[in-house]
Antibody
Framework: EVQLVESGGGLVPPGGSLRLSCAAS????????MTWVRQAPGKGLEWVSG????????YYTDSALGRFTISRDNSKNTMFLQMTGLRVEDTAVYYC????????????WGQGTLVTVTS | DIQMTQSPSSLSASVGDRVIITCRAS??????LNWYQQKPGKAPNLLIY???TLHSGVPSRFSGSGSGTEFTLTISNLQPEDIATYYC?????????FGGGTQVAIK
């Protein structure tokens, strides 16, 4: 059974940093691009970042570029999102999701981890 | 960026009704359109991908159609467990973008 479990969320002041983790199990982790999607309280879904299976290619939305760094450790079946320079508008539940291709879609999601940026 | 516009933003229908949700893309995305269902307090779940292919385990009362810039999600015979917010999402180009969501309620 495919499982994705996020952790690392919490309360952080504006300008602070946080590292999110997504632990995967039940599938060949290195064979899949992985993605972070976030959802601000009461709002819709927003794609944030993605990383290819071998970690060689990374993708970011404009608001994340230069502040967030996505990475993965295939030996530990874990993906990370290092977030720095956090802003109030980064407050959201952050979900990790597994990519499937041809066509591209996200077929498994974690339960999410809440990041709250507040002074 | 490709803008995705859903309508309506919310709707209320009776059990057994047919419900249609529309999603419009700001440019041609061919058939690169996915639908997700999100129940309150839960993570999204994939419903339909590539415009019309049902994800594994999704009931056949859900269907998708369209191409180019206009797409629809149809729920025939609405059930109480279908109460959720539905999102379309384009997978044609980066950044990957979602529609604003359609909240479905039961009358």
């Amino acid at each position: 059974e495919v499982q994705l479990v996020e952790s690392g969320g919490g309360l952080v002041p504006p300008g602070g940093s946080l590292r999110l983790s997504c632990a995967a199990s039940g599938f060949t982790f290195s064979a899949h691009t992985m993605t972070w999607v976030r959802q601000a309280p009461g709002k819709g879904l927003e794609w944030v970042s993605g990383v290819s299976g071998n970690g060689g290619k990374t993708y970011y939305t404009d608001s994340a570029l230069g502040r967030f760094t996505i990475s993965r450790d295939n030996s530990k079946n874990t993906m990370f999102l290092q977030m720095t320079g956090l802003r109030v508008e980064d407050t959201a539940v952050y979900y990790c999701a597994r990519d499937q291709t041809s066509p591209l879609r996200w077929d498994h999601w974690g339960q999410g981890t809440l990041v709250t940026v507040t002074s | 960026d490709i803008q995705m516009t859903q309508s309506p933003s919310s709707l209320s229908a009776s059990v057994g009704d047919r419900v249609i949700i529309t999603c419009r893309a700001s440019q041609n995305i061919n058939f690169n359109l996915n639908w997700y269902q999100q129940k309150p307090g839960k993570a999204p779940n994939l419903l339909i991908y590539g415009t019309s292919t049902l994800h594994s385990g999704v009931p056949s009362r859900f269907s998708g159609s369209g191409s180019g810039t206009e797409f629809t999600l149809t729920i025939s015979n609405l059930q109480p467990e279908d109460i959720a917010t539905y999102y379309c999402q384009q997978s044609f180009g980066n950044p990957l973008t979602f529609g604003g969501g359609t909240q479905v309620a039961i009358k």
